[in-house]
């Protein structure tokens, strides 16, 4: 069955690093641009980053920009979003989704 599957999430410092990824599965995942969400805790669920499926455009959200990236593997399905320089308000579920579907989500705490 078709579906999304992040990985990588985790409890991290202040100015700490994490890399999320989100592998495709039955879905033809290189085909599709693809988009991380994020909802912190009592927020609405809001968009982070999107990538092409030729990974040639990438686009941020104003308040991750200069400090995530995100990255694709189509040999993998996979894609990829580096955290860097991370901050308490980064803290969030963060969901992949591509056409119709949603990941499961993978928590990301950062706290000292």
């Known amino acids: 069955q078709a579906h999304l599957v992040e990985s990588g999430g985790g409890l991290v410092q202040p100015g700490g690093s994490l890399r999320l990824s989100c592998t495709s599965y039955?879905?033809?995942?290189?085909?599709?641009?693809l988009k991380w969400y994020r909802q912190p805790p009592r927020k609405e669920r809001e968009w982070v980053a999107t990538?092409?499926?030729?990974?040639?455009?990438?686009t941020y959200a104003d308040n991750v920009k200069g400090r995530f990236t995100i990255s694709r593997d189509n040999a993998k399905n996979t894609v990829y979003l580096q955290m860097d320089n991370l901050k308490p308000e980064d803290t969030a579920m963060y969901y992949c989704?591509?056409?119709?579907?949603w990941g499961q989500g993978t928590q990301v705490t950062v706290s000292a």
């Open positions: 039955g879905i033809g995942g290189r085909a599709y641009e």
């Open positions: 990538i092409r499926s030729d990974g040639a455009y990438r």
């Open positions: 989704n591509t056409i119709k579907f």
